[in-house]
């Protein structure tokens, strides 16, 4: 069966600080890759996206992340961590076999981001 | 501008009563989805549609049900609430698997 796993729950950066939030997929074949973000209290808010191509994307808020096949993994990074940046992220993979574009999630992973 | 609203955004109703939780879209998707977010769990689907009248069981689809009667709507139903399902409830949206989704703000139902 198809599965996200994030391992991290929860990681605390300080401000300016480098980020990486770890994403690993079980698939057959190659996904369709996203993350997202959610802001207390907020509904979710897609980063980027990785469809095909370049396996390097760019997002919003200055975030991207990396498609790695040989690893399964879709690794979000920032440079330099901003205080609003304080979120849960959600790493989410779809579509699967049968036609089916239903996206599938991870646990998420909640930063926190001390100045 | 488009969008996707849910309604009510908070809910607390008694173990057993029939809930519905609306969902509107105004991007005319044929693709909607309802998600349930807990702690530890991320979002998980409960059900799904790809279009009117089609609906179809996601991994935590029981004591849920969704109808689609046209292409805005995929309200949610509880039959007989159970506090198992106090938690956080998503609508999304999307236009086919080349796109993103678009969630709603979500709705927060407790039930006691």
């Known amino acids: 069966a198809q599965s996200v796993t994030q391992p991290d729950i929860h990681i605390t950066v300080s401000e300016g600080a480098s980020l990486e939030l770890r994403c690993n997929y079980s698939?057959?074949?190659?996904?369709?890759l996203f993350w997202y973000v959610q802001s207390p209290g907020q509904g979710l808010q897609l980063l980027l996206k990785?469809?095909?191509?370049?396996?390097l994307v760019q997002g919003i808020k200055g975030f991207e992340a990396e498609f790695k096949r040989s690893q399964s993994s879709f690794n979000l990074r920032k440079p330099s961590v901003h205080w609003s940046d304080a979120a849960e992220y959600f790493c989410?993979?779809?579509?699967?076999?049968?036609?089916?574009?239903?996206?599938?999630f991870g646990a998420g992973t909640r930063l926190a981001v001390h100045p | 501008d488009a969008e996707i609203t849910q309604s009510p955004r908070h809910k607390i109703t008694e173990t057993g009563r029939q809930v519905t939780l609306a969902c509107h879209q105004t991007?005319?998707?044929?693709?909607m989805f309802w998600y349930r977010q807990d702690l530890g769990h991320g979002l998980r689907l409960i059900h799904y549609?790809?279009?009117?009248?089609?609906?179809n069981k996601g991994e935590v689809s029981d004591g849920y049900s969704v109808s689609r009667s046209n292409t805005e709507d995929l309200p949610l139903t509880l039959e007989s609430a159970a506090s198992s399902q106090t938690s956080v409830y998503f609508c999304?949206?999307?236009?086919?698997?080349?796109?993103?989704?678009?969630f709603g703000q979500g709705t927060r139902l407790t039930v006691v």
């Open positions: 698939y057959g074949a190659t996904p369709y």
């Open positions: 999304a949206s999307r236009a086919d698997e080349n796109t993103e989704a678009f």
């Open positions: 549609s790809y279009g009117v009248q089609d609906t």
């Open positions: 989410a993979v779809g579509p699967f076999s049968g036609g089916y574009n239903k996206l599938i």
């Open positions: 991007w005319n998707h044929n693709n």
């Open positions: 990785y469809f095909s191509g370049d396996t």
